[in-house]
């Protein structure tokens, strides 16, 4: 089985013990499930830099990026920094994340934050919104095509933006919908981490002008960027770079500063 396939399963499961202890109806009295989210698409469409900030303690990748810092602290970092939003893990297994870190940086910014998490159940979006998120993330590499009509038109329906996630024609052509908002292309394989920004660049044509385009890992240098933009990519997603460094927020402005010179 693969990583993906493994995620997965284990999501399946976690889910079915999540529901039993916190109901719907928990979620739904959380003070944030009112709360008026904040558009990601439109701080990307409006932007120079683009630039989406990840929290990312480990992965199955690199196993561990940094577990010493206070996610209150990076998601302060991020925002003044000056980056369009901020992607927050809340896998526990993999990625060392949780709900609780999506909560704790919404208490502490106001920008746009994206629940970074294998979503498969109509719950979890729920659990995002009730938890301060304000886009959520769908892959379509586990989902079918019907999966992401449902999910994106539910999370539509609750307020939250949608950014869908492909690494391959196949996966792209599946997934157009209108009920999505970013289009993005993960430069990483999930299958095999083989990690190239080519593949953003080849997909790029093939993504309809109405998505936002969103360029997802791998990416550590302002020049990568720029190249990425001259395909129409509007949104950078990063982690790594950042959150290896002790201080994320001040690796984010250094970067968005020399890329606003370039
Ligand atoms: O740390 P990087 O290489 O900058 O990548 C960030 C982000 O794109 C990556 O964490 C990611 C992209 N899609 C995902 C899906 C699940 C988990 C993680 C991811």
Redesign the pocket.
């Known amino acids: 089985m693969n990583i993906l396939d493994k995620i997965i399963a284990d999501k399946h499961k976690e889910l079915v013990l999540k529901k039993l202890v916190v109901p719907v109806s928990q979620l739904e009295q959380s003070a944030l499930f009112e709360r008026e989210t904040v558009s990601l698409a439109e701080k990307l469409r409006s932007s120079k830099t683009g630039i989406i900030a990840?929290h990312?303690r480990r992965?199955p990748?690199?196993s561990i990026?940094n577990q010493g810092l206070n996610v209150e602290d990076v998601a302060k970092g991020y925002e003044d920094a000056g980056i369009s939003g901020m992607?927050v893990?809340t896998?526990g297994k993999?990625?060392g994340g949780s709900l609780d870190d999506l909560l704790y940086a919404r208490a502490a910014v106001k920008m746009p934050l994206l629940r970074?998490?294998?979503i498969i159940d109509e719950y979890q979006l729920l659990e995002a919104k009730a938890h301060g998120a304000d886009v959520i993330?769908l892959?379509a590499a586990v989902l079918e095509r019907e999966e992401i009509k449902r999910l994106s038109e539910f999370a539509k329906s609750i307020g939250l933006e949608v950014l869908l996630?492909v690494h391959n024609e196949e996966e792209l052509q599946k997934s157009i919908m209108p009920s999505l908002d970013m289009l993005?292309v993960?430069?990483?394989n999930?299958k095999t981490f083989e990690?190239s920004t080519d593949i953003s660049k080849e997909l790029s044509g093939k993504i309809p002008e109405d998505f936002v385009k969103v360029s997802?890992?791998?990416?550590?240098s302002v020049e990568a960027i720029k190249d990425l933009q001259q395909f129409g990519y509007k949104g950078f997603?990063?982690?790594?770079?950042?959150?290896k460094t002790n201080n994320p927020g001040k690796a984010a402005a250094e970067f968005v500063k020399t890329l606003n010179k370039l």
């Open positions: 990840e990312k992965s990748s690199k990026i992607s893990l896998d993999y990625f970074k998490e294998f993330l892959i996630e993005g993960n430069n990483r999930l990690v997802e890992s791998g990416i550590s997603l990063i982690g790594e770079n950042f959150m």
